[in-house]
């Protein structure tokens, strides 16, 4: 990396999540790096996302899990409200067991992936490189 000339501008990242093994394995991983980064990261469950100001957070993060194929309501429904210019602020990982889910999300990168703990890293450093590519200046 190259070295910054004047100060650091920090971006805060919201990451909002279920619980999980596999999900928190991920979410612990992508904000260690994000923090290296010199990003801050605030970590909340999914069900507390409506309280929060999306125009505070420069990336948001939602973890899911798959439900009927779809990803969760508590997804659905935020995005739902979000304009064209925050959901380009999104990333969107939705876990099931085979890895397969419709998420039927337009406008928003979205990444669906197996829980199984091989895949941790491979799945946290995904995340990482597409909230790099929003965060950058």
């Given at each position: 990396p190259v070295a910054a000339q004047g100060p650091v501008l920090t971006k805060r990242v919201l990451v909002a999540t279920e619980a999980s093994n596999f999900k928190d394995a991920v979410v612990m991983q992508l904000a260690e790096t994000l923090r290296k980064d010199g990003h801050t990261v605030d970590i909340i469950s999914l069900d507390l996302l409506g309280a929060q100001t999306i125009g505070d957070f420069q990336a948001i993060v939602l973890v899911n899990s798959c439900r009927a194929w779809r990803p969760s309501s508590a997804v659905r429904d935020f995005l739902e409200k979000l304009n064209d210019a925050d959901k380009k602020k999104l990333v969107v990982l939705t876990t099931a067991n085979s890895g397969e889910?419709?998420?039927?999300?337009?406008?928003?990168?979205?990444?669906?992936?197996?829980?199984?703990?091989?895949?941790?890293?491979?799945?946290?450093q995904t995340v990482v490189d597409k909230l790099r590519a929003r965060l950058a200046p």
């Open positions: 889910c419709d998420l039927k999300i337009g406008g928003v990168d979205a990444i669906s992936a197996a829980s199984k703990r091989t895949g941790i890293a491979s799945v946290s």
